[in-house]
């Protein structure tokens, strides 16, 4: 939920929230409407929901769930070939919303995707800035490799299916790249991407190459095709092309496929599981949702993904979701108040609009703090979220052990300061988040020990987890504390599988 006006009302010290001005402190009962975005390098599609959420004592639960608008899944739209086209892009978000029936000022909170290819693109900043005039509602996401497979995971059901005691296999089959996560008693051990997609190679309706990415060229000269665009294509050839991506993927599964054909490889290199599941755009065509003729190669992907998977005599297990696994609800949310110690630095920083939040696993339970490890955690945390560069501020979450002592306040800092040494390079501010009251130590350590020379917001009393998204508002003067939203993406639980574009208050304090 985007928190529009975090200032406390004049007359009864209320914190409203959206352009409906609701209080969370108040009311017993919220109404949002959420949107979930996915711009992939083969599709686009939106959804949008309504959520009805109780107060539960401290927080919000959701009560009830409705799927106002599913829209038709488009063709990502492109520009010679190359840039996705952010002015089609437009066009069709105008039709969805008019034909949905909810204007985009109705919208609470929800959540832009960009995945496979489209990340790639030259204009791939653009095109989330497209809902820029919404930012304090929506979460703009990249999702580069790692965090692609891990949503299509969860988003496909695979993790779920994994806790009854199978070692499941996603298969998340895209328009550019293919995802393979190995999921077992909930978790994912290993991950790996292969150049390999339906939309690779792509024909109009001559059925001429119209558009034909790199790997679509490098699987054609291997195979001995003559392959450019303007070329006619054949069935057989695209049998063919289809075959060889086929191979690869499966190449990969056994832990012998050629390294020029992935994209990453990440704990482990061979695939051992019990059963697949499906997802992905392709996904549509093998598990028979449809038969349309896009003009790729995802029909032919599929019945060669279906005749190894028959070989291989393993079943297919029902999956949550097929072409809409990786959107995977707009964002759930809830409002959080920070504690009775806060320290920020200078106070016109704020407020910070979606932050992402990591949560090192540094152990911090002994009398000695290693900096080093500090340091190397927060590193590993963001090389798995592919959160490595410098173009954003990152929160860190900090569950904190033990003694305030200046010898372990002045460890743990030093080697978070070192884990995002870049982002503080860069001009960002460091955004240290407490599950207890030692934010406002810690902030202070900081600034009167010259650890860090940029801003410093360090607040406590938060619950959060890898990932979420918060906004920071404005210090609240009659009371000193700081009120937080945070906003995450939605995975299904064990019980319910969230529709996309879906809200949920998960935690309180």
Not at 21 to 39: C, N, P
Not at 323 to 339: E, F, K, N, W
Not at 437 to 446: A, E, F, P, R, S
Request: aromatic share 4%.
């Amino acid at each position: 939920m985007a928190a529009r006006d975090l200032s406390p009302d004049e007359t009864g010290g209320r914190i409203f929230f959206s352009g409906a001005e609701r209080s969370l402190v108040e009311e017993d009962t919220i109404s949002l409407i959420s949107a979930g975005v996915d711009i992939g390098s083969a599709t686009t599609h939106l959804v949008l929901s309504r959520i009805e959420l109780e107060r539960l004592d401290t927080r919000y639960v959701v009560s009830e769930r409705e799927v106002l608008y599913q829209s038709p899944i488009h063709l990502t739209p492109y520009v010679s070939g190359e840039d996705i086209s952010t002015a089609a892009l437009r066009r069709i978000f105008d039709g969805i919303f008019e034909e949905s029936g909810v204007a985009r000022e109705q919208i609470d909170t929800g959540a832009l995707i960009l995945t496979g290819v489209a990340v790639r693109r030259r204009n791939a900043r653009a095109i989330a800035e497209m809902f820029a005039r919404d930012a304090g509602k929506f979460v703009a996401v990249s999702a580069g490799d790692r965090l692609e497979s891990l949503l299509a995971a969860h988003g496909s059901g695979a993790l779920r299916a994994s806790e009854t005691g199978r070692c499941t296999l996603n298969i998340d089959i895209g328009g550019g790249t293919t995802k393979l996560s190995l999921c077992r008693n909930g978790r994912v051990e290993g991950m790996s991407v292969v150049e390999a997609g339906a939309r690779l190679v792509v024909t109009d309706a001559a059925g001429q190459v119209e558009r034909l990415e790199d790997y679509g060229a490098r699987y054609a000269r291997d195979l001995g095709l003559p392959l450019a665009l303007g070329a006619p294509l054949s069935a057989d050839a695209k049998r063919a092309l289809a075959a060889a991506m086929a191979d690869r993927i499966f190449d990969a599964v056994a832990g012998r496929c050629p390294p020029e054909f992935l994209r990453l490889t990440e704990g482990r290199t061979r695939f051992d599981h019990t059963g697949f599941v499906i997802s992905g755009g392709v996904s549509e065509f093998l598990h028979r949702r449809t038969s349309a003729d896009f003009g790729d190669l995802g029909p032919d992907l599929a019945a060669a993904i279906m005749e190894r998977i028959t070989l291989s005599g393993l079943p297919v297990l029902p999956g949550a979701e097929g072409i809409r696994a990786t959107v995977l609800g707009a964002s759930q949310q809830t409002v959080q108040m920070s504690g009775s110690t806060v320290f920020i630095d200078p106070l016109e920083k704020l407020p910070l609009r979606n932050v992402v939040n990591i949560r090192p696993r540094f152990d911090i339970s002994g009398e000695e703090i290693d900096p080093a490890a500090v340091a190397a955690s927060v590193r590993d945390i963001r090389r798995t979220f592919d959160l490595l560069g410098d173009a954003q501020s990152l929160a860190v979450s900090i569950d904190w052990q033990g003694s305030a002592t200046y010898a372990r306040l002045d460890a743990l800092s030093r080697g978070i300061i070192a884990g995002l040494e870049d982002i503080l390079h860069a001009g960002h501010p460091l955004v240290m988040l407490c599950d207890s009251d030692v934010g406002g130590l810690l902030g202070m350590h900081c600034r009167e020990n010259d650890l860090c020379a940029n801003a410093v917001v360090s607040v406590d009393g938060l619950d959060l987890a890898d990932f979420d998204f918060v906004d920071i508002g404005e210090v609240l003067h009659a009371t000193g504390s700081v009120p937080v939203v945070v906003k995450s993406l939605v995975f299904p639980s064990e019980n319910a599988l969230p529709e996309k574009g879906d809200a949920c208050v998960r935690r309180g304090t």
